[in-house]
């Protein structure tokens, strides 16, 4: 019975979360016989409402690959700092030789940005927001570089809070 409470928990939270296939990576040992091929897949999960995880999994099926990199993105959830649609403030991630800039849009502008750092985003909740890729765009590295960037991001109040000062002194 304790079984069926956790599987249903897990049921729920699948039905919560929306996840994004990013990229998936085929792989070739070579054997006596020929070529074996593996697989692994970069996913992203999000609930739309400022939670988002990434995830690698590697196996010898796609969707096999798939299922794992999504449970494994469901236990690296963060918390993202959110103002209304957009995020608070300007930032840059940086993950090996990526970097990934980030700059506050207004409403209606939408998502500007490549096929990697939308699918984080979209499933973030963010909707309006101006990205740019600078350096290199390894699929690994630049979700990486967008999750440092994503983490970076914090509220006024909290930065007026850390400084001791109210949010009008800190926007003047």
Same mark, same amino acid.
């Given at each position: $019975?304790?079984?069926e409470?956790?599987?249903?928990?897990?049921?729920r939270e699948g039905? &919560?979360?929306e996840d994004k296939v990013i990229h998936i990576n085929r792989c070739a040992k070579v054997v006596k016989g020929g070529r074996r091929f593996s697989f692994a897949a970069i996913v992203v999960v999000g609930d739309k409402k400022g939670q988002v995880g990434v995830g690698l999994g590697k196996a010898g099926e796609v969707p096999e690959a798939i299922k794992k990199a999504g449970k494994q993105a469901k236990k690296n959830l963060m918390k993202v !700092? $959110? *103002?209304g649609t957009s995020i608070p403030h300007e930032v840059v991630g940086e993950w090996g030789a990526s970097r990934v800039l980030m700059k506050p849009a207004p409403e209606g502008t939408g998502i500007i940005a490549s096929s990697s750092i939308r699918a984080i985003l979209e499933v973030a909740g963010i909707q309006? /927001?101006? +990205? %740019? !890729? /600078? %350096?290199?765009?390894?699929?690994?590295? @630049?979700v990486?570089? +967008?999750?440092? #960037?994503? %983490?970076?991001l914090r509220q006024f !109040? &909290? /930065? *007026? #809070? *850390?400084?001791? %000062?109210? @949010? #009008?002194?800190i926007l003047e």
């Open positions: $019975m304790a079984f409470r956790q599987n249903n928990r897990d049921n039905d &919560e979360f !700092s $959110m *103002a309006n /927001i101006l +990205t %740019k !890729s /600078i %350096k290199r765009d390894n699929p690994h590295n @630049v990486r570089a +967008t999750f440092d #960037a994503l %983490k970076q !109040s &909290e /930065i *007026a #809070a *850390a400084r001791g %000062k109210t @949010v #009008a002194e």
